[in-house]
């Protein structure tokens, strides 16, 4: 009797959840996805033994943004602040770590949570993912920014957790965010003449070999997910754990991070939970970075908070299906208004966007600012590396392409034209489907309250910048004011 006893309060066990999270990590870049110069082994085993997912995206392509829809439920236009790089992280709205908290599970991050900004002034104890555990350090192969041993630090973790709790933990990787080590790839093994380099960026060496380096760091922080893995394996709870593997946007590359095209926002996904899900599946269901707080309250066996906005996907993981299971699950809609310093009176770059199964639609608010940041102040919103050294030396195509004025609406068919190459806001072919686009996402936004549609758009201009300066911007910024 005791036995059977306890076997049904096994089978009845809430179940754990490990958040993997990239920083800066294209979709597309996996073995999953058919990728054969990034090598993430670890990611496709979380896909062929759960589900791979084809759309999943970020409603806005920055660090910070992205990591506060995920915490609340809530698109980025719907966090006041929060909608912004280097902003204050506003405490009235419920991040699901806290929730599930109070509910009895052990919670806990390592690495990179929300981020970079303020969450301290606005009155959290601690990062909104999670208490911190950053104890143990090792160096990665290359010159990355990482501090920490994330497994050991997961291990540390679970080493707290008492016997009775599950437990919900936030494994927040540095890589393959900037700076990386110029060669690094290439001394590991890489060969140049298998990446492939997408159009908008020159096909030369410059580009090849920095690709080979983003690709090492992608690489290394897989490992660490597999050593996560592997301990929970060993401990008997790998198979009662939800284990997500993502990134909060695009690689840090011209025209991707920060920046509303597809590469920028289309991320990767791919979700394991025992034998709760079927194998091998792949759906091309559009998830939102805001329903991954809904879906975990779901799974833990709670009602999403009120303030999220976002819609649990538990019911399309569960399916058992393939290709498209919820039709209503079919557009996106993205945003960004400042991410990083870069012009006059800090102004940002506002942007909205439409995704569906076909076309990208994008309205740039403020077509005669610099999109990248100005250039007196070096394109601040593209991460220094390489590739941006090379480019903007050029003033060729590519260089316009990243750094230069954009129309104030763009349209590709991003199902035939994915690097978004082909501009269709002019043609007057596409002239009917522009306006539903338009029309439809300015209706969306409405309904999510977005102050931009609402006629109170100068709220974004009143949003500090929390972050650092540098001395040299602040005298071009004296300057420009004086003006």
Not at 77 to 104: C, D, M, R, T
Not at 135 to 140: D, I, R, S, W, Y
Not at 208 to 217: F, G, H, N, V
Request: aromatic share 12%; charged share 25%; hydrophobic share 35%.
């Amino acid at each position: 009797m005791a036995g059977a006893g306890s076997l049904a309060a096994q089978k009845t066990k809430r179940p754990n959840i490990l958040f993997t999270i990239h920083d800066d990590w294209s979709h597309g870049h996996a073995g999953a996805y058919g990728c054969t110069w990034v090598k993430t082994p670890v990611f496709d085993r979380v896909a062929r033994e759960g589900v791979l997912f084809a759309n999943a995206f970020t409603s806005n392509p920055k660090c910070s943004p992205c990591r506060a829809t995920i915490l609340t439920g809530r698109n980025s236009w719907q966090l006041k602040e929060a909608i912004n790089h280097y902003s204050i992280f506003p405490n009235e709205f419920a991040v699901y770590p806290a929730q599930l908290e109070q509910a009895g599970y052990h919670v806990g991050l390592t690495g990179k949570g929300w981020g970079p900004g303020d969450f301290k002034s606005t009155g959290f104890d601690h990062n909104p993912a999670g208490k911190e555990y950053q104890q143990h350090k090792l160096k990665p192969p290359t010159d990355s920014i990482a501090p920490n041993d994330y497994a050991k630090n997961f291990e540390a973790f679970l080493a707290e957790k008492p016997a009775d709790k599950p437990f919900c933990f936030w494994m927040g990787g540095q890589e393959p965010h900037r700076p990386y080590e110029p060669g690094s790839g290439l001394r590991a093994g890489k060969k140049l003449a298998e990446i492939t380099v997408p159009k908008y960026l020159p096909d030369n060496r410059v580009t090849r070999s920095d690709l080979a380096d983003y690709a090492l760091e992608v690489e290394w922080f897989d490992t660490q997910v597999g050593k996560a893995l592997k301990h929970l394996e060993d401990i008997g709870e790998l198979d009662n754990t939800l284990v997500v593997m993502t990134s909060d946007h695009g690689m840090p590359f011209p025209r991707v991070k920060g920046q509303i095209y597809e590469e920028g926002f289309h991320i990767p996904l791919a979700v394991r939970w025992g034998k709760n899900l079927g194998t091998g599946r792949t759906v091309e269901d559009f998830i939102s970075t805001r329903d991954f707080a809904p879906t975990f309250m779901e799974l833990a066996g709670l009602p999403a908070a009120g303030t999220m906005t976002g819609k649990s996907f538990l019911d399309v993981l569960k399916s058992g299906k393939s290709g498209i299971v919820d039709t209503s699950r079919n557009t996106m809609l993205i945003a960004k208004e400042r991410h990083d310093l870069g012009r006059p009176n800090d102004a940002g770059y506002p942007v909205r966007a439409l995704r569906d199964r076909k076309f990208l639609y994008v309205r740039n608010y403020e077509p005669d600012r610099w999109p990248a940041g100005d250039p007196e102040t070096g394109y601040r919103n593209v991460d220094d590396g390489p590739t941006k050294t090379d480019m903007i030396s050029r003033f060729d195509k590519y260089y316009q392409m990243s750094f230069g004025k954009r129309p104030a609406e763009e349209l590709y068919m991003v199902d035939k034209d994915p690097d978004c190459m082909d501009d269709l806001a002019t043609n007057l072919e596409y002239a009917a489907i522009k306006r539903q686009m338009r029309e439809r996402m300015e209706e969306t936004l409405r309904g999510e309250g977005d102050p931009r549609m609402l006629g109170r758009a100068d709220f974004f201009d009143t949003i500090l910048y929390t972050g650092p300066r540098n001395h040299s911007y602040e005298n071009w910024l004296k300057f420009s004011k004086a003006k």
